[in-house]
């Protein structure tokens, strides 16, 4: 059975249109946990557009499950991630124009420095994950630089705009599971998934965990966190 992990950041977007302090991220990841969330996700930016390092503390302080911290693979945040020891770190590209993350980490170009940082985090115990596009040289590439999972970018899929489109995307996804599979890495994916397009990755059992943020805090707003999450649990767990 498929696990899920709620991406927070995006009650601290909320918060910080405001500069004030609600809603409170930490708040909403103990109530997704106790709605059944297997994880909690932050992604703690270079510009902090919306996870503040207080909340990272806070959330390695309460959170139950696991935490997982999504950040570049840059001194200083290779620094807090050492001193704050969450569960997970998983290393994504990071532009400082982009609205959300466009694409995967470049292993393959940049494979000594994503090397010597997962050495560095798995030293202190933590989990390391790179977040790639579903391209077999990418997974192949992590795998060599010691990743101990792969989160698949499912963006291009999630922004497909006709069927045939997301038909070979989804296809990239299933091949790119299998083969990290085949390498020992464990499999993860996210990025734009929703209530209605994750359905079809009940076809994918390689996967095993989900991380999913923006349209369960978008459906929050409608019906509150702890619906949002059981809705998307109820969905992940068919798989």
Known sequence: MARLSVNVDHVATIRQARGIDEPDPVLAAGMAELAGADGIICHLREDRRHIQDRDLRLLKETVKTGLNLEMAAVEELVAIALAVKPDMVTLVPEKRREVTTESGLDVIGNRKHYEKVTKSLQDAGICVSFFIDPEPSQIRGSAD?????????TG?????????????????????AKIAEGLKLGVHAGHGLNYINIKGFSAIPEIEEYSIGHCIIARAVMVGIDQAVREMIDLVCLF
Request: charged fraction near 35%.
């Open 156 to 176: 291009p899929y999630s922004d497909a705009k006709s069927e045939s489109d997301t038909a070979r995307e989804f296809e990239r996804i299933s091949e790119a």
């Open 145 to 153: 630089a010691g990743a101990n999972i792969v989160e698949i970018h």
